[in-house]
């Protein structure tokens, strides 16, 4: 067999094997290109899922809003009426204050006013409020002062942990005061004293209580518990009437 044959023959059987191979990267191809689609619609479920999740807490975060606005609604108006009522309370004590005085005043049994500067303490116990706040009534309102006494009585019976029990001692010593029963009177304003140093009635009753043992005839008494008045509470009214008693004595 000629040269030129074989070489013929050597290249005709290898484009035959070419031919043969082909095939094989269109199907790899095809089985690439179904790959690809089924990726991409996975991809495209899950944004759709992640789109549905985020639209359903949205929802939820809009509503929880909703509801913290609505709560914090609720809460701003209660405050403002507790608010109201404890104002409203303050300047009650203060008017009771300013009448108490004035008949206190004009009974001359003691030359003393009122301070009325620092705060009131207020109890969370509706009912003591309400007994409290009756009995004030009866002064204010009524100036029924002998039934308020033993209204006070009752109170610190039933309440005797109440936070008002230093006001009621102050308010039985100015009512027995004003009926000229001084010994009763100085029993209450000495409990305040000796036994509620944090009450803001303090001043006051030491005043009163110095007063009364000044004209009692405890002259050296009196004088030493209107100085320590003086030394304790400096800028109160009371402390300025208990200098001006001094000079007096």
Do not use: C
């Not at 405050?79 to 005043?105: D, M």
């Amino acid at each position: 067999m000629k040269p030129n044959t074989i070489l013929a023959a050597f290249f005709l059987v290898s484009g035959s094997a070419q031919v043969w191979a082909a095939p094989a990267p269109v199907s790899e191809a095809a089985n690439s290109t179904q790959t690809i689609e089924q990726r991409i619609s996975q991809l495209e479920s899950m944004m759709k899922t992640r789109n549905l999740l985020q639209a359903e807490l949205q929802q939820q975060l809009n509503m929880l809003q909703e509801e913290v606005s609505q709560v914090r609604g609720v809460t701003e108006e209660q405050s403002y009426k507790l608010e109201k009522v404890l104002q409203r309370q303050r300047e009650l004590y203060q008017e009771i204050e300013n009448r108490v005085s004035a008949v206190y005043e004009q009974s001359k049994t003691s030359a003393v006013v009122p301070d009325v500067t620092a705060e009131q303490a207020f109890s969370s116990n509706l009912s003591e409020n309400e007994a409290y706040d009756r009995t004030v009534a009866m002064i204010i309102e009524d100036k029924r002062y002998d039934a308020a006494i033993p209204e006070f009585q009752s109170f610190l019976k039933n309440f005797p942990q109440s936070v008002y029990v230093p006001n009621a001692h102050y308010w039985l010593g100015q009512l027995h005061l004003i009926k000229s029963q001084d010994d009763i009177a100085k029993s209450h304003f000495k409990t305040v004293v000796e036994q509620f140093n944090e009450s803001n009635k303090r001043p006051e009753a030491m005043l009163k209580l110095g007063v009364i043992l000044h004209k009692q005839g405890q002259i050296d008494a009196g004088k030493a518990l209107l100085n320590e008045l003086i030394k304790e509470y400096p800028s109160t009214t009371p402390a300025k009437l208990a200098t001006e008693r001094l000079a007096k004595m």
